[in-house]
């Protein structure tokens, strides 16, 4: 039987078997694990740690960011409450989160050496990079590997002996703050994600994917699927009636009320305002973006999920997604202006790894006059489309079908690039034409 014939929960744990076989007995140095949207990339790297820790196996995990290493610490901590844990941590100081200090299976330090003797050691790329004279760790486990760049894990790569690299590859490219043109094309391009670098040299390297997303709804499995996933596609954990979003207060009629609507019946909805080139900081679309989540909070919603009984739509579980930091405080300065607090607004940069009930987003091309290599990266409309369990609505000026065909592509052809698939172009005309089927025009 193949994994598509399988129910989801055997897939992903035939798939989870796999991944486990061949990091603890395998003979290849790496393991790469490919990882969609809420396919339980954090719930693998917890089971692989623990059972190598259970095996006697020394490990030190890297992950990009404090946060991250925190969330696993805390993890590892529920799974096992008397396994030993070292957070190894920089001399900031807010280094970590201090409620770690309250764990007492938990060590923190700021050198590697007082925490090796413990089974399971945790740090970012950045700290990692520092640690010196230390005798190697028989295994590493690299958490959003995809986010990763080539030359941070070459900082870290003689620290360890194996690897398990999980990401997801959807996901934005690693960022830069220097131009990296000079090395394009060349197969130690250290702007390019530590995995690519590791399978161009590696290709024989074994490779796994999870074949189901648990947070994507059934609505929004197949699209985010077939437009950023094309080689590794997925499905969702739910089927069709499996989740429910309904509002206990009636529909005033506007646009905003009808989307809603909209996007609780199909899981998807486009608010479109007229066409206009705008500033990136569209006071309408900001102001549109801010009364659709005042009508979410105010309608009284309530979901209903596999998870359990029906809960309250609260503001912690409402996201607003944006391609600038202006955008985002635009938005935020819009919410506080109709009492909203609470509402998590941000940049698809750092709303990575997160997941919300219901997300509304701000298109990347709303409002633009032109269609650059920026707003048409396909890891930024991926992480904007993939961030919710029930409804993503997404507020746009119109015009953006039209702006993508008459785009010409003025970026330098590169030799020897491996060129990206989908392209941006490709991708958003795929979501634009699913949204175009729950279009709600409104005109502020």
Known sequence: MTTDELAPSAAAGRATDAILHDT?????????????????????????????AEAGRPLMVVAQTNAQVDDLVVRLHEKNPQLPVGRLHSSDPDAYDKALDDLPSVRTSTKAADLAPLPVVISTAAKWAHVKNVDPWRHAIVDEAYQMRSDALL??????????????PGQLDPF??????????????PSASAVSTLLAHNPELPQHRLPVSWRLPASAAPL?????????RFRSGTSEGDRELEFRAASDGSGPDRVIDEAARAGWGLLELPAAHTPRTDPEAIRAVALVVRRLLDRDGVSRSERGPRAPLTADRICVGTAHRDQAAAVRAALAELGVRDVTVDTANRLQGREFDVTVVLHPLSGRPDATAFHLETGRLCVLASR????????????????LDEHPSTEPVQLGVTVKFPDGWEANHAVLARLGRHRVAWTP
Do not use: M, N
Not at 36 to 42: E, F, H, M, R, V
Not at 155 to 168: K, M, T
Not at 388 to 403: E, F, N, T, W
């Open 24 to 52: 603890l007995h395998g003979t290849a140095r790496g393991v790469v694990v490919d990882s969609p949207p809420g396919a339980g990339k954090s719930t693998l790297v917890v089971r692989a740690a623990l059972e190598l």
């Open 155 to 168: 900082a870290v790569a003689g620290l360890f002996e194996r690897a398990l690299f999980v990401g997801d």
């Open 176 to 189: 830069a703050i220097v131009g990296s043109e000079q090395w394009a094309g060349l197969s130690y391009d």
């Open 224 to 232: 985010v699927s077939d437009a950023f996933y094309p080689y590794t």
């Open 388 to 403: 919710h369990r029930h409804a993503c609505i997404v507020v746009c000026r119109a015009g953006v079908a039209d702006l």
